[in-house]
């Protein structure tokens, strides 16, 4: 569908001197082996639709540009130091960038459209606006790239995407509703875990702390997701960014797993089963003859290792830099026995950094036998927190959960599910205790 602007605000007949090339051929300047800065010079120029809006302040001083309506081959960002955008190049517009005098370059993960000033990529001003942008009458219908979490790659940077399916990670909604970008721990942008429902895959959803609807609550049902495709500040992970709220449809019913539920009795008693802190485990080679299991099953060398942080030790695991893809790591404890009490309650604290999804899950198995691919495991519900994106957490979530309905020997498994380099979470674990009546 087209739709037709008012003769009065845009000329009805743009006409644009020079030789137009794709926006691909215009993105093909950039070198990224050299990362080098070029700038344009004769008189081509590229059409292409607008897929940002920043009515909402979700985007700030850019325009994300693709070149064709629907199915598009490439994406940008130009750079331009003016606010309202939106007034004048709204969602759908379609547009003629004029190259002469323009520079790409590559930031954020991103590649840009701006002016060179000394090495580094400046926006377009203001009065240079008219210089290199023009408006079209036309306002085309942009229709979505449908695609899936796992589908993310450069080719999709900086386009228009939905995604279908989704819900945000259930930790959200333990106590109450958090927002899109308001919470106390939100600096610049809040990032908020999305999941793919029917895979294990999952993405951020980053929003400024500056947008409109940033005290908004998340909604807690599952649905659809449109957006534009990009990469966080420091170019670690993907991110969507909305226009807008009205870019998600949600009502559906959740995909949560089913967990193990052996009741909510979550007091614990006096007698301890089963305690380790981690003080005393200076190397993790030190849990062998205690009789953990500490194995990454895909046969890499990555695991889970002693770390400390302000005296205190506890036991971490990350994929990032380390190459491996997938890289699944399992740490279990020792057998516990359960067989001579009652009322039985596992408690535990994980800390959550640098977290771009949660891939940590919490087991139990009463068959354990040296391999954790061969034993029956129960999924348990545990607090996996979310944590800070670019830093490291420095508070602990506990569990407690209720295990009273297992009678004999049981051991406690934590999987981590990570791939270098998009999911890459660092978790902490400590203070695994077993206590009963």
Do not use: H
């Not at 199915?71 to 960002?77: F, K, R, S, W, Y």
């Not at 057998?335 to 408690?347: G, W, Y």
């Amino acid at each position: 569908m087209i739709l037709m602007c008012p003769e009065t605000q845009v000329p009805a007949n743009v006409s644009i001197e020079g030789t137009q090339i794709s926006l691909r051929a215009a993105k093909n300047n950039y070198d990224e082996e050299t990362g080098d800065i070029f700038t344009f010079s004769g008189d081509q120029y590229f059409e292409a639709y607008v897929v940002s809006s920043d009515r909402a302040g979700n985007f700030y001083n850019e325009l994300i540009l693709q070149d064709l309506p629907g199915n598009p081959e490439a994406g940008i960002q130009i750079l331009i130091d003016e606010n309202a955008l939106y007034q004048r190049y709204n969602f759908g517009r379609k547009v003629f960038v004029k190259l002469n005098g323009l520079s790409i370059s590559k930031s954020n993960g991103l590649i840009q459209l701006g002016k060179q000033n000394r090495g580094d990529l400046d926006p377009i001003t203001p009065s240079e606006i008219d210089e290199y942008l023009v408006r079209s009458e036309i306002i085309e219908e942009i229709t979505p790239q449908q695609i899936d979490i796992g589908d993310f790659s450069p080719e999709f940077l900086s386009t228009y995407i939905q995604l279908d399916n989704i819900q945000f990670n259930r930790n959200l909604f333990t106590q109450t509703n958090s927002t899109f970008a308001a919470e106390t721990y939100d600096q610049f942008d809040g990032f908020r875990q999305i999941e793919e429902c029917g895979s294990d895959d999952s993405a951020l959803l980053a929003t400024s702390t500056y947008a409109d609807f940033r005290s908004v609550n998340l909604p807690a049902t599952s649905g659809t997701i449109l957006g534009v495709l990009g990469r966080d500040f420091y170019d670690d992970f993907y991110v969507v960014q909305l226009n807008s709220t009205e870019d998600l449809s949600f009502g559906s019913e959740r995909c949560d797993p089913e967990f193990f539920d052996c009741g909510n009795n979550t007091e614990e008693g006096d007698t301890i089963l089963f305690e380790e802190n981690f003080a005393e485990i200076t190397n993790e080679n030190r849990l062998d003859p205690l009789g953990w299991t500490n194995l990454n099953v895909n046969g890499g060398e990555e695991r889970f290792v002693d770390a400390t942080s302000n005296g205190n030790r506890t036991l971490r695991i990350s994929a990032y830099n380390t190459g491996e893809n997938p890289l699944e790591a399992w740490l279990i404890t020792p057998p516990i026995d359960l067989s001579q009490t009652r009322n039985e309650v596992l408690s535990f604290d994980i800390r959550a950094s640098y977290d771009n999804g949660t891939i940590l899950q919490v087991y139990i198995s009463e068959d354990f036998n040296g391999d954790p691919e061969t034993a029956n495991w129960q999924l348990l519900e545990a607090n996996i927190p979310m944590g800070p994106s670019n830093q490291n957490a420095t508070i602990f979530r506990n569990s407690k959960i209720d295990i009273s309905c297992f009678t004999a020997q049981v051991y406690i498994g934590f999987r981590y599910q990570g791939r270098d380099p998009s999911r890459t979470t660092t978790y902490d674990i400590d203070n695994i205790k077993v206590t009963a009546e």
